[in-house]
């Protein structure tokens, strides 16, 4: 069965630290890997895709199929960064997704 | 940008009667839009997928006949709670699917059964 799995439930940094959201993932087939954010009392929106390859708001996500994971980086971490992060995982065109438990990003001044 | 609106943002019921809940796209035509359960600090749990015009597939687990969905336009689909019980209590999320990588997320409705 497909599984997502993120580790960490609560990651604390320091501002301007680098910062690693660890995500794996279980699927035989080729998956499309994502990192949603859900900053607090706001709706669940899209950060990166692995297909786009791109970085965003300085994160980047590498997708590593031999070791399964899709891990989420951030060199230079800032206080707006505080808040949830899902990977996610999809394995069809229908466009479910399969989501992580969820890790609690904590940037502390 | 696309925006998902759900309405409404929270409701209290009480134990054995209906609550319905709207989402909808605002900008964008949906055919499938998605509707999860969340719980407090928990991760989204994938309850069904609306497909306009034709029956919702649910996933395992899900009861279909508590969890009624009906997606009757492109920018409609409703999910009924019947016979609410305070384990319905919950906050519900519904996202559109606006492209084959596009899905946007609706703010999320508060269900508190009593």
């Known amino acids: 069965a497909q599984r997502v799995t993120q580790p960490e439930k609560l990651l604390s940094v320091f501002k301007g630290a680098p910062v690693e959201l660890k995500c794996n993932y279980s699927?035989?087939?080729?998956?499309?890997l994502f990192w949603y954010v859900q900053y607090s009392r706001q709706r669940l929106q899209l950060l990166l895709r692995?297909?786009s390859r791109e970085s965003i708001k300085g994160f980047t996500a590498d997708l590593n199929k031999g070791e399964t994971s899709f891990h989420l980086k951030k060199p230079f971490a800032q206080e707006e960064d505080s808040a949830m992060y899902y990977c996610?995982?999809?394995?069809?065109?229908?466009?479910?997704?399969?989501f992580g438990q969820g890790t609690e990003l904590s940037v502390k001044p | 940008g696309a925006v998902v609106s759900q309405h409404p943002s929270w409701v209290i019921c009480k134990s054995g009667t209906s609550v319905k809940i709207e989402c909808r796209s605002l900008?964008?035509?949906?055919?499938?839009m998605f509707w999860y359960r969340q719980f407090p600090k928990q991760s989204l749990m994938l309850m069904a997928t609306?497909?306009?015009?034709?029956?919702?597939?649910?996933e395992q687990g899900v009861e279909k006949d508590k969890f009624l969905i009906n997606h009757a336009s492109l920018t409609l689909s409703t999910l009924t709670v019947t016979s609410a019980h305070p384990e319905d209590s919950s906050f519900y999320i519904c996202?559109?699917?606006?492209?084959?990588?596009?899905?946007?997320f609706g703010p999320g409705t508060r269900l508190t059964v009593t």
């Open positions: 996610a995982l999809s394995f069809n065109q229908g466009g479910k997704l399969i």
């Open positions: 609306s497909n306009e015009g034709s029956k919702a597939t649910y």
């Open positions: 900008d964008f035509q949906a055919t499938t």
């Open positions: 996202s559109a699917r606006k492209s084959s990588y596009e899905q946007y």
């Open positions: 692995h297909i």
């Open positions: 699927y035989s087939g080729s998956p499309e």
